[in-house]
């Protein structure tokens, strides 16, 4: 995963492959859209959604090995995982469909997990905040304030 480095243009594509059968599809839709938002406010990059392969960031949903070095592990585990910025697979943000995607309440919020994957689409890496979006461990947040004032800053330093 190359780390660190950033996009070289402030309007980023993205594209939707294959869904989850957890939630519908336009609840995906948006709910990838609002993850995207978080950091769009706090970057003033924009995020265009296209319906083509070649998409900046790719965002699919899929299980065990799946055509990169980094095969998911079934239920629990790792829970998606996110390639830093580049050319080709570079950005693209895969989930595991063997996780049980939610709006809230059981299984993982699906928002939650996005905006946390395009942290690392973007360039940043895992903070030692547990207060931090970008923290390594998955936790319930208050979706209101997703960002602490150190990814609000990490983005910023990158864009
Ligand atoms: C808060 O968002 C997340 C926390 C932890 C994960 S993870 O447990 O899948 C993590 C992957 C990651 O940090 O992106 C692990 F290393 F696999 C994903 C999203
Ligand atoms: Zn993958
Ligand atoms: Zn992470």
Same mark, same amino acid.
Request: hydrophobic letters at 35%; zero cysteines; proline letters at 4%.
């Given at each position: ?17 294959r869904?989850?059968?957890? *939630? ?6 948006? *709910? ?12 003033? *990059? ?14 699919e949903?899929v299980t065990y090995a799946h055509g990169d070095?980094y095969p998911f ?21 895969h989930?595991d ?63």
């Amino acid at each position: 995963h190359i780390q660190g480095t950033s996009w070289n243009t402030n309007v980023i594509t993205y594209s939707i492959g294959r869904y989850t059968r957890d *939630l519908g599809r336009s609840t995906v839709d948006s *709910l990838i859209e609002s993850a995207f938002g978080v950091w769009a406010r706090a970057s003033g *990059l924009t995020f265009t959604r296209t319906y083509t392969r070649n998409a900046d960031i790719m965002v699919e949903f899929v299980t065990y090995a799946h055509g990169d070095f980094y095969p998911f592990d079934g239920p629990r585990g790792t829970l998606a995982h996110a390639f830093g910025p580049g050319m080709g697979a570079g950005g693209d943000t895969h989930f595991d469909d063997d996780e049980h995607w939610t709006v809230g309440g059981t299984g993982f919020n699906l928002f939650v997990v996005a905006a946390h994957e395009f942290g690392h689409a973007l360039g940043l890496k895992h903070s030692r905040n547990p207060e931090s979006l970008m923290y390594p461990t998955y936790k319930t947040f208050r979706p209101t304030n997703l960002l602490s004032r150190e990814d609000v800053a990490n983005i910023k330093a990158l864009y």
